[in-house]
């Protein structure tokens, strides 16, 4: 036994692939589960005589050889374990105790222990019940690519030829050497064949269109048809944090959906101004565009759920379920680079809309602190997500809400006449402040606002009170605001809860809080 790798286990605690087991006399049921949970995941070591926290507590050294004998039978008796798997038993002493280590490898095989299926998920054995679960499990079992499945009876109908033109040009552009790519003299038929979109069924041994041609090419009728649990979710959450601020359920082909998702983050994502050795570079387009590119190309695409891109107040983050080949946190020290979809990664390689692999994990790395202010995370398991932080553009995302030009009084001496000077008390032509209510100005004096912000938002409430309904083409009026400001003010204020949805008057109508009581600093 090699006992700096124990030590090393010890310190890190248990994970997917170490488990710590007690036992004092005799081998528990849970060693067993534990067992076949690693042979169903990626395999590693069960020591026993550790206790939870890493207590090495020690096995009886007399019954030692008559545990390892017992798990030996039970392991490789083939009515108990199916089917029976290799593994490596032996014991060793530390610290003047006897613990055995269970080493159990990686299997190619989905395992049960007395009819049941276990699976390890972080450090936990779990029993597996669900149809789809175990179905996810064969799959990753098989070792295949669900990619190339076959389906002989589509035919050129069946995708968008449309887009190939667009495939072409982008092939040729993505070309640095001045050569002419193979696809510009190809037909339609032959550049699917070349790209490994029309492949044999190794079974049947009949040839079609597989479903990475589907996917990326398809119709959107034909995807339906053939993958309908397909779809992506892009959410904006700052607002409503509980539901969405903006949504968009993308259910096209994959080069449409790149397309669409990028266009979801430009439409809620600054690009701030950042230069590179004396370049401009968009930090937003190189961030989105590797988290949407990682969300498409690796998704395994025969899960029931579904993959997500989420921007929220403080970060954004993209999950996807996939065939994982680790579990846990991936960096660039120990990324593993596979191509989950290695057809698709191809075609978007070939187009320029992705690197090469483990460019995702370096590029983030690189980028995303300047962006949001903190190295990305990425956790890979039957989810893979990848979270960057927005921490950094808060103030570029949010720009009425900065540091205050006054001290207490927002109504400081300027040399101009101050905001609201020679106007009757606010209300005072409209519905009263009822007793024992918190007016705006109170309200508003314990944000941290620009004085064209506090301006702005006393206009709105000069003009409409507590009483009007308004929309953002009432706030662009009043406020003489672009409609992209104009949206920003008002969730700005929804935030702080100065104002109140309307419903059944249509979409985008509010009125101002009759009471501000709750409003939020």
């Known amino acids: 036994m090699d006992t700096d790798k124990f030590k090393s286990d010890l310190m890190i605690g248990e994970t997917s ?5 007690r036992c004092g006399n005799k081998v528990e049921r849970d060693v067993f589960e534990s067992i076949c949970a690693f042979l169903n995941r990626f395999g590693g070591d069960v020591y026993l005589g550790v206790l939870n926290d890493g207590t090495v507590v020690g096995v009886s050294a007399q019954n030692a050889a008559a545990m390892m004998k017992n798990i030996v039978n039970v392991v490789g008796n083939p009515n108990v ?12 002493v530390w610290d003047g105790k006897s613990v055995i280590r269970v080493h159990v490898p990686v299997s190619g095989d989905v395992h049960s222990y007395h009819g ?14 669900a149809t789809a679960q175990i179905a996810d499990l064969y799959m990753r079992k098989r070792g295949i690519y669900t990619e190339r499945e076959v389906f002989p009876q589509l035919n050129l109908d069946d995708f968008r030829l449309d887009l190939l033109p667009l495939v072409r040009r982008e092939a040729q552009n993505h070309l640095t050497d001045g050569k002419r790519h193979p696809w510009m ?14 492949d044999e069924d190794k079974v049947t041994k009949e040839t079609g269109f597989n479903l990475a041609a589907v996917l990326l090419l398809g119709k959107d009728e034909t995807l339906m048809r ?11 959450r ?7 601020d903006d949504r968009r359920i993308v259910r096209t082909n ?14 809620h994502l600054p690009a701030p101004f950042f230069l590179e050795e004396d370049k401009r570079v968009n930090l937003r387009e190189i961030i989105v565009r590797e988290m949407v590119a990682n969300l498409l190309i690796h998704r395994e695409f025969t899960s029931l759920d579904k993959s997500e891109f989420v921007i929220e107040h403080d970060r954004m983050y993209t999950s996807n379920p996939c065939n994982p080949m680790h579990d846990g946190r991936v960096t660039p020290e120990n990324v593993r680079p596979r191509a989950k979809n290695p057809i698709i990664a191809g075609f978007f390689r070939e187009i320029g809309r992705a690197d090469r692999l483990g460019s995702g994990v370096r590029n983030l790395y690189k980028y995303s602190k300047d962006y949001g202010g903190a190295d990305p995370v990425f956790i890979e398991g039957n989810n893979f997500v990848i979270s960057v932080s927005l921490n950094k553009l808060n103030s570029i995302r949010f720009p009425f809400e900065k540091t205050p030009i006054w001290d207490e009084n927002p109504h400081v001496e300027t040399g101009k006449q101050p905001i609201g000077a020679g106007k009757q008390p606010i209300g005072s032509q409209k519905q009263p402040i009822e007793e024992g209510k918190q007016p705006i100005e109170e309200a508003l004096s314990g944000l941290k606002l620009t004085r064209p912000t506090y301006a702005n938002i006393m206009k709105l409430y000069n003009e409409f009170s507590d009483v ?18 104009a949206g920003m003010l008002i969730r700005m204020m929804l935030r702080h809860r100065l104002l109140d949805t309307v419903k059944g008057r249509g979409k985008g109508k509010y009125r101002f809080r009759s009471d501000f009581s709750g409003a939020n600093p």
């Open 238 to 244: 700052v607002v409503n944090v509980d539901r969405y």
């Open 468 to 485: 009007e309904v308004f929309g953002r083409a009432l706030v662009m009026k009043v406020c003489g605001l672009a409609d992209g400001p």
């Open 185 to 198: 003299d190809m037909d339609d038929e032959a550049l699917f064949r070349a790209s490994g979109l029309i």
């Open 254 to 267: 994959l080069l449409e959906s790149y397309d669409e998702l990028l266009e979801f983050s430009r439409k």
């Open 17 to 21: 692939s170490i488990e710590f087991k």
């Open 81 to 92: 374990f199916k089917p029976s798997p290799y593994i490596e038993v032996e014991s060793f």
């Open 226 to 236: 053939i993958c309908p649990q397909y779809e992506t979710d892009a959410l904006l």
């Open 116 to 129: 049941d299926i276990y699976d390890r998920m972080g450090e936990v054995d779990v029993k597996i019940l």
